[in-house]
């Protein structure tokens, strides 16, 4: 929820979004803050909303769980960053998984950097890339 405004937020996502173009296909969508989540979730979706009271996991349980995911048929993952107010209390409850990126607060811009390179670090995880070590 929420846009990007600083440019240096924005480097790094896109930084991060070219890493990942070669491991998959990624969209991000910017939701207004206050607009209903649920609408935009993709249909099928494995989804994980970000929440400090999620649960906490470290880089290579976070890639074995979607390794697991992917193995098992799930090929759509969505990941839900919540604004200054967090997520939409609707929107966590839809979530098949709540994760805490740490039990400190971000801002959602520097939660998406955060998320975008862990995710890049799990491909690497699941592919034996040098990035991880």
């Not at 906490?56 to 799930?74: H, K, Y």
């Not at 839900?80 to 607060?105: E, F, H, N």
């Amino acid at each position: 929820m929420g846009r990007l405004k600083e440019p240096y937020f924005e480097a790094a996502c896109r930084e991060y979004q070219k890493r990942l173009a070669s491991h998959a296909r990624l969209r991000v969508t910017q939701i207004p803050e206050g607009s209903p989540v649920e609408d935009k979730l993709p249909a099928g979706a494995y989804t994980t909303a970000l929440c400090v009271d999620g649960e906490s996991v470290g880089s290579e349980e976070l890639a074995a769980r979607l390794q697991s995911l992917m193995t098992a048929g799930r090929s759509s993952f969505c990941f839900l960053i919540g604004g200054s107010d967090g997520l939409p209390d609707a929107a966590v409850r839809r979530a098949d998984w709540r994760l805490s990126l740490s039990r400190m607060t971000f801002p959602h811009h520097l939660a998406r950097v955060l998320l975008l390179e862990q995710l890049y670090r799990t491909f690497q995880i699941i592919s034996g890339g040098k990035y991880h070590k």
